[in-house]
Each structure stands twice: as structure tokens, then as C-alpha cells.
């Protein structure tokens, strides 16, 4: 697309959750209710054994997010042939379509591990965007790149120096401060472990929110800062009309609606808000 028609970058500060799935399901269903308290949209990039392992769970997380491909069986596709890579990713995305009913768009590597093979099947198989980058540096071809600010979490580190759930996420609160747009990525398996740890990251979302970040999905974002066609959304398929805000009917999240003057509130037509 002509660059002059893309619309500017929002100028608030904007966060992109990618949620990693391939914990258990308990820690799945904590992170996602940690979402919906919060009000936040994210992206959950889905590995096909979790989409046949806990199909309504997943099917359940669809309804208020987005949903992407994670491979079929979460390898290091670095390790892999050409063919083995397409077939993990095709089989994978197929997979969790088949369970949510609709099409996906992105994809993200497992481990953000990655090579020219990954970035053929992605263009020859027409995913939208990626969002694996982070170590490899690729030309990604016709695929939009969506580049994590940070790697994980990364909880084991805290627990084994001994720091409180909720510091980890002060480095999330830090980068947040630091960049104006941040895309973090948020594993069930560390982030929905226990109890106190999403008990942590609602803390996280909810300052992030006081504190008038936006949140987005990574297609609207696309659409926000690069002009990235938005594809037609389903009946069933969320969307945030209000170009990264989240806000119920009441208004109950706390959160203002946009201004008529920012870029993203020129976005696409009303459709739909994210529902509780
Ligand atoms: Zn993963």
C-alpha cells in the first residue's frame, strides 16, 4: 500500500498482547479470566495439540480475542526441513480453524526460533503477519512483520532469586514507560501458574490501563500505523470499533472513549466491542 494512505501512528501509548498457548489448561483459563476482568484484547497464538486438547476452552477464548497459529506441536523449527516446517504449520493452523470456525491470520514461532524455510511456507501459505521476531533477522516477502518487545516473562528467573510475583511484571510497567508501543508476550505457563501470579498480571493490566494505555489487536494495529487491509470479520469474531480501547456498553472498565480526533478513532466502521 502507498504510504501516504496510511494513517499516522497513534500518538498515546499503545500495548500488543501475544499470548503463547501451550500450558494447561488451568493456566490457560486464568490467564484468559485475567483478561476479561481486565478488559484487554490480545492474540492468542494457539498450538494445535492445545486446540485439540481443550477445543472448548479455546473455542470459549475465541468469542473475545483473536486467534492465531503456534505450529502443530511447538518444535524448534530451526531443526526442521522445509517440508516438516509446512507441514507443522499447516497442520497447526488447520487444527485450531477447524476448532474456533474461522480463519486465522498470524503466526508466531515457538521459542521465536525461525529461518528462511519458516518464511517461505509463510508467504506461499498467505499469513497475514508474523510475530515471531526477535533473534532472526528476515526479509519477510509479502508478510507483515510484528516484532515482541521482549521475550517472556520469564518467571523461573524470578522465583529462583526470590522476588514477588508482581515484580515481574514491573519490568512489563517499565518497558510500557520506555517505548510507545510494546508488544509483550504473555505465557499461560508463567503468567496463569498460580493464583498470585495472574493475580499479578491483572494488577499490570489494570495500571496499564489507569494509565491510559491502549490495547490492540495486531491486525487493527496493522491497519492503524501501516494501512494493512483489515479483513472481514465474522459474526462471531471480535473487533474493537474503538480502534484499541476496550469498553463495555456501561462503561464499566473505567476508560474513556476515544477522541474524535485521534487516528485510530477514524478507523474502520463501528462493528463490534469486545464482549465480557
Ligand atoms: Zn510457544
Known sequence: MNSSEAPAAPEHRNVILCCDCEGTYEQLRRVHRVFQRAQVPANFFFVGQTAEAMPDLVREIARHHQCESHTYSHPNLRRLSYTEQRHEILRGRQVVEDCIGRPTRGFRAPMHC???????????????????????????????????????????????????????????????????????????????????????????????????????????????????????????????????????????????????????????????????
Request: net charge positive.
Open 114 to 276: 525461525m529461518n528462511r524455510d519458516t518464511v517461505r511456507v509463510l508467504n506461499e501459505e498467505s499469513f497475514v503477519f508474523d510475530a515471531s521476531r526477535l533473534y532472526f533477522r528476515y526479509h519477510m516477502g509479502k508478510v507483515e512483520e510484528i516484532n515482541p518487545t521482549w521475550f517472556r516473562e520469564w518467571m523461573p528467573l524470578y522465583e529462583w532469586i526470590g522476588l514477588r510475583p508482581r515484580t515481574a511484571f514491573r519490568l512489563f510497567r517499565l518497558l510500557t514507560r520506555l517505548k510507545r508501543t510494546c508488544v509483550l508476550p504473555v505465557h499461560p505457563h508463567y503468567s496463569g501458574k498460580t493464583p498470585e501470579l495472574a493475580r499479578a498480571l491483572l494488577w499490570f493490566l489494570n495500571d496499564a490501563r489507569r494509565r491510559g494505555i491502549r490495547f490492540w489487536y495486531i491486525d487493527e494495529w496493522l491497519k492503524a500505523t501501516r494501512g494493512v487491509p483489515l479483513p472481514e470479520r465474522g459474526p462471531d469474531e471480535p473487533f474493537l470499533s474503538t480502534g484499541g480501547l476496550v469498553a463495555d456498553a456501561r462503561g464499566s472498565a473505567g476508560m474513556a472513549p476515544p477522541s474524535a480526533s485521534s487516528s485510530a478513532a477514524r478507523l474502520a466502521a463501528p462493528e463490534r466491542m469486545l464482549s465480557r
